[in-house]
């Protein structure tokens, strides 16, 4: 398992956004670039404990959390087996057999997790690539497909790029070109770096685009920490592109519930926090 972050509020907020595109969108083809091991064992940190834990206690009291897709998914694997799923398991969850699959990832570790969960859930159509996710999912692109996609891209370095391959944020721009659903994640740990993806992808590409932004905030301090993501001045983010105004308006009333429902929140360090939820879009209908 090479992701240690699992479960934690950068997990919460990216895939909750997520799972609106996916049960809005409903894409036939959906490829992810990272897309980690399937299922995690839930660990009772003050990470998770103020991310997926606490956002499952809360989340009946706010009519939106209540009744979006993420809690579903996230409470009845958590009840049922104590694991958190990961992306590429939520959007198993929630396509099912009728989407095919290209997860990419380049442990073997997380690689095998995913195979065994496509079997368990028995998906005729998932190929896992132990490989560089950006190359693959550059040539999963360029197949002729004539069945509406989407690609989740959630890097660790946006910039990385394999020889002669492209970085995240370029396949990212290729991927808003194309006209395929796009969901890119980021994460930041200075208050000044807000929204950096966005303002770097605006550059790279015509396409509409739409960012929701989450940052922790309080008293302490300004510099965060997105190893441990609930420190004050940490944040993260999701971009889309080529998918449904209603789907945006979703993904936004997720985020501003998420606000409202982790307003005065006490943090890991003790202190009390806040969530800044802010939006951005480029000026073109998405
Ligand atoms: C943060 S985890 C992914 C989490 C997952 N997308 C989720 O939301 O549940 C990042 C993963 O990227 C993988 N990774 C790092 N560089 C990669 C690359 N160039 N291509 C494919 N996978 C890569 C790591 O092995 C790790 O499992």
């Known amino acids: 398992m090479a992701n240690r972050h699992f479960g934690k509020l950068s997990d919460v907020w990216k895939h909750a956004a997520l799972a609106e595109v996916l049960e809005r969108e409903a894409p036939l083809r959906y490829a992810e670039t990272h897309a980690g091991s399937g299922a995690y ?32 998914v996230a409470a009845s694997w958590l009840g049922g087996r104590s694991l958190y799923p990961g992306s590429a398991l939520l959007a198993m969850t929630v396509l099912g057999d009728a989407s095919s699959y290209l997860l990419c990832d380049l442990d073997s570790g997380s690689a095998a ?80 770096e807000q929204a950096w993806a966005y303002t770097r992808l605006t550059v790279l590409t015509c396409a509409p685009l739409w960012c929701g932004d989450v940052m922790v905030t309080g008293t302490s301090g300004t510099a965060g ?27 936004t009333a997720v985020g501003n519930a998420l606000a409202n429902a982790y307003a005065g929140a006490l943090l890991p360090d003790g202190t009390r926090g806040n969530l800044t939820f802010t939006t951005r879009t480029n000026g073109r209908t998405v």
């Not at 997105?226 to 105004?245: D, E, H, K, S």
Request: charged share 20%; aromatic share 8%.
């Open 225 to 251: 920490d997105l190893g441990r993501a609930t420190t004050p001045g940490t944040g993260f983010g999701v971009i889309l592109a080529n998918v449904q105004a209603g789907t945006v308006s979703a993904c």
């Open 41 to 72: 064992p839930i660990v009772h940190d003050g990470e998770r404990q103020f991310g997926i834990l606490r956002f499952l206690d809360v989340a009946a009291r706010f009519e939106v959390l209540a009744r979006c897709r993420y809690r579903a």
């Open 113 to 192: 997790d995913l195979r065994r969960w496509a079997r368990e859930l028995s998906l005729h159509g998932c190929e896992v690539a132990e490989a560089d996710g950006m190359m693959a999912v550059a040539a999963w692109l360029d197949l002729p497909a004539g069945k509406p996609g989407l690609v989740h891209i959630d890097p660790f370095d946006p910039d990385a790029r394999g020889p002669g391959g492209c970085s995240a944020l370029e396949l990212a721009a290729r991927v808003a070109d194309s006209g395929t659903g796009l969901v890119y994640w980021y994460g930041y740990d200075q208050p000044g």
